[in-house]
Each structure stands twice: as structure tokens, then as C-alpha cells.
């Protein structure tokens, strides 16, 4: 409203946070005669009374000037949106810390048999260099006496400094992921430190993906629910799902003959390999080019016969890359995923398979809502054709 009326102007910047520019309200016309009373109150609890007529909405229109032109959250780091996620990756380093002091006083029999030493110890080095970092990250933000100048061009929205913490937090929580989530870590025997890892992952990603929106462009996450081919963001999720499943199958695979096995598992005998790794690496290849081929994929291209011409496309295409990832994990869930089979605990693999299950299902679903079915018909006159439903109801 108040920029409707011209006494507002907002302005937006790429490397800085929104400004409201105040000008100077026009002098009021002298009023030729009172308005009706308010029957109800405005926003912000300001009330307008029934002898002073309109006079207190220009009182409120000033209240709302002085709010914005002194509103210190917009140049205040303490008031950053990105605040939130530091604080979750602390969370995240502080329960690994604890979950693993608990774990050394505990008494579990996996734990001596299928835990590295390496990854032990990597968990609590790299919960102590997190809890430590991103506990400094959260102090700085509300340092109000030291170098309050320096942090804030260093945090302030859309600062390149940012991003260089940002992007150097997400390649540490992925090394922190592989070293609690992998096989033979200490994630797989508590479940805290499974959970969490990926938890403070998702957060350093998501800490990214906030810088990117802070400078007026947007986000990953928008550019991929945006797109005008709805199957985008669900061919993302499986690539990430199978690429999580695939290599966590090949480390496996690779200390299969090192005398160390998975749970009482023999990994050498027990494990079908020939059938497992070629399939979870098609599917990773599957989902790469199903993701690269919803940004080039031609929309429609014709193939002369010497009968006829075919009408093809990257859609169909697509649809046939579709029906193979669902199959290849609905046979995963039957045969890898169960009580009595080989993947049957919070692992990389379990939650790897499942979910790229789940979102070749959600990308079958999108892609049957967004572009219709289609049958063949030939015939002399017009060759061989592709019905849409619609024609297809009228035959």
C-alpha cells in the first residue's frame, strides 16, 4: 500500500540485501469532510479511532517509513537467513561427538567386527573440526566489538567470502557423510550418527543453495521444480540415490577378500555381484542421462523408413529410461532389500535403493501427468502415427 500511494520505493541489488529508499510524503489536501470510522483495526495492533477520522492512517503510514528505514536486520549479519543452517550442521557435529563417546562405553558386539579403525577415529576427528567451526561461524555472526566490520563483509548476503565458507562446509560435511555413512562405519551401528551426517549435509547444501538465492537469481532447488519438464527434479534424486547405492555396493565388493565381513555376511559367496554392480551402475548412467537429456534432449525428431517415417522425441525416450530404472529397483527391493536378506538396517545401500525406488515412481507419475499416452496406428494413407488419448477415445 505504501508504495502504491509513492512513499515507498523498493530497490534490489545483486551483492546487496534489499533497501527501502523513504521519500518525503506530499503535504495532504485539506480534507473536505470526514471520512467514515474504521470498523476494524489496520495490521501491527495500530487501531483508528472514530472522532479522529483519517488522521491516524497517515500517523500509521509514517510508523510504517520509520520502520523500514531503520529496520538494522537488513545490514545486521545476526539476522541472516544462513544463521539457521550453521547452527544445524553444530547440532549435527555435537550429536556425532556424543554418540560416539557413548559408543566407546558401550559394549556391542558389531562394533569390534565390522567397524574400521580409520573410520572410528575419522568420525570423532571430523566431529570436533565441525562442532569447533561452525561454532565460530554462529559467535561472529552476533560479535558486536572485535571486528563487527570484517565478519560483516564476510557474511553479509551475496558476499563471494560467503560462498567460499559455504562451498568449503558442503565439501566437509561430504567427506563427514562418507566417513559415519559408508560400509563398515560407525553410522551403521548407531543409528544418531547415520542420521545426523546426512542431516548436516542436506544443511551445508541447503547453505549453498540460499547464497545462490541472497544475489537475485535462483536457487538449484528452483531451477530444478521449475522446469518445464516436470521429471527434472526426480531424475536429480535418482542420480543422487543410485550413485549413494552404487558406491556403497563397490566398497563392498572391493573388501570382499580382505577378511572382513558385512554384518555376517560373506561378501565374497553371498552377494551376487555379476547381477548387483552391472545393475546399479546402469541405473547411475540411466539417471545421468535421463537428467542431461531433460535440458538438450531434442523435443521431436522424424526417422524416414522406406514404409514409413517415424515421429520420435526425447519424451518417449525418456518414458523407455523411466520404465527401466523402475524395474531395475523394484527387482533391487525383492531381491537386495528384506528380513532375510542382505541389506536389512539403516545402511547407504537400503536407504540408496529405496529411495531411487521411490523416485522412479514419482518421475513415472510426472511424466504420464504432464504428456499424454500414446498408441501406434498405421495405415497406408498416413503411415505409422502415434495416437494421443484423446484421439484414441474418439476412435
Known sequence: RLVKKGLLQKQRSVNMPTRVVVRAPEPPEPPQSAPPPKANSRSRGIKFSDDVGGSNEDEYDEQMIRSASTDLSRYDISASRQLENYFICFASSIVDLVSYNAQKKGDDAYHDMFVLDWKEWGSYVLGVIGTSMTGVIMLVHFDKFFCPGFWMSVFRGGSMSELFVALFIFT????NAYINTSPYSLGEIVPNVYFSSWVALASSAKLVDRWIKNTGRKSIFERLTQHNRKTTMYWSLLVVFSSISFFAGLEIYLRRNKGVNYFGIDAHNDISWHI???????????AVIGLVGNFYGAEKFQIKLLCCTLDLGWRRF????LLCELGIYSFGVFRYIGTQNFFNRPSNPYFGIWGS??????AVAASIK????????????E???FLTCAETADD
Open 383 to 385: 503411415g505409422l502415427r
Open 370 to 381: 504432464e504428456h499424454n499416452f500414446s498408441l501406434v496406428s498405421y495405415s497406408k494413407e
Open 172 to 175: 566437509f560435511y561430504c567427506g
Open 318 to 321: 525418456e518414458s523407455t529410461l
Open 276 to 286: 548387483l554392480l552391472p545393475l546399479s551402475g546402469s541405473s547411475v548412467a540411466i
Open 357 to 362: 525406488l521411490l523416485s522412479s515412481i514419482l
